[in-house]
C-alpha cells in the first residue's frame, strides 16, 4: 500500500516536470500572453520578437483565450487573412516548434485581431551549437530551458530508479 502511494506520487512529480518544462522556453508576449496589444502600442509582438534569438528547434509558446494561433505566408500575414493557414491551433496554450529557418509569420485567427496588431514575424536562424546565444546580451532563455530540461531528464532517472527499486 504505502509503495503503491509512493509510486503515484512519483508518477505525479514526474508528469508535472514534463508539463512544467514544455512552456518555458519562449512565451510569446511574456505575461500578457497572446491578446490584441493596446491601441497605443500595436507593435508589442514584432518588438518581443526583435529582441529575441529563435534558432532552429525553438519552441514558443502563445497562452490566450477564446482567440487562436495561425502560422500563414508573407502574402496573407500583411493582408491579415486567415483562410488559408499553414497551422491552426485554438487550444489557449499552443506550442510551436519553429522547425526550420527563415521567417516565421502568426496572426490570430479571430475576426479584427490582427488588423489590431496581433500578428508577428519571428526569424529563425540556423543552430550552430551554443556558443553564439551568451554573446548576446541579456540571459538567454533558451539556455535557462535547456538546463531545466537538463534537471528534468536527471530527476526523472532518479525517480525510475527509486521505482525500480520498490517493485524489482
Ligand atoms: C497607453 O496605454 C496605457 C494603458 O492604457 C497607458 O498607461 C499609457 O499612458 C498609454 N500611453 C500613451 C502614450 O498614450
Ligand atoms: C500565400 O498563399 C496564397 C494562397 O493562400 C497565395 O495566393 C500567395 O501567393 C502566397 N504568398 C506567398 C508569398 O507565397
Given at each position: ?83 488559408r ?47 553564439a ?24 532517472m ?11
Amino acid at each position: 500500500m504505502a509503495s503503491t502511494t509512493r509510486f503515484l506520487l512519483v508518477l505525479t512529480m514526474v508528469l508535472c516536470i514534463f508539463k512544467c518544462v514544455s512552456c518555458i522556453e519562449f512565451q510569446v508576449g511574456e505575461r500578457a500572453g497572446w491578446i490584441v496589444p493596446p491601441a497605443n502600442n500595436s507593435k508589442i509582438y514584432n518588438e518581443w520578437a526583435s529582441q529575441k534569438r529563435f534558432r532552429v528547434g525553438d519552441t514558443i509558446c502563445f497562452k490566450y483565450k477564446k482567440d487562436s494561433v495561425m502560422e500563414v505566408n508573407k502574402t496573407n500575414y500583411d493582408e491579415c487573412n486567415s483562410d488559408r493557414p499553414n497551422y491552426f491551433s485554438n487550444t489557449g496554450n499552443t506550442i510551436y516548434t519553429l522547425d526550420r529557418s527563415g521567417f516565421f509569420y502568426f496572426i490570430s485567427g479571430a475576426t479584427g485581431h490582427c488588423e489590431k496588431g496581433q500578428r508577428m514575424i519571428i526569424w529563425v536562424i540556423e543552430q550552430e551549437g551554443n556558443s553564439a546565444a551568451a554573446g548576446s546580451g541579456g540571459t538567454s532563455d533558451a539556455s535557462i530551458n535547456s538546463a531545466m530540461v537538463s534537471y528534468g531528464v536527471v530527476f526523472i532517472m532518479v525517480a525510475f530508479q527509486f521505482v525500480y527499486q520498490q517493485y524489482v
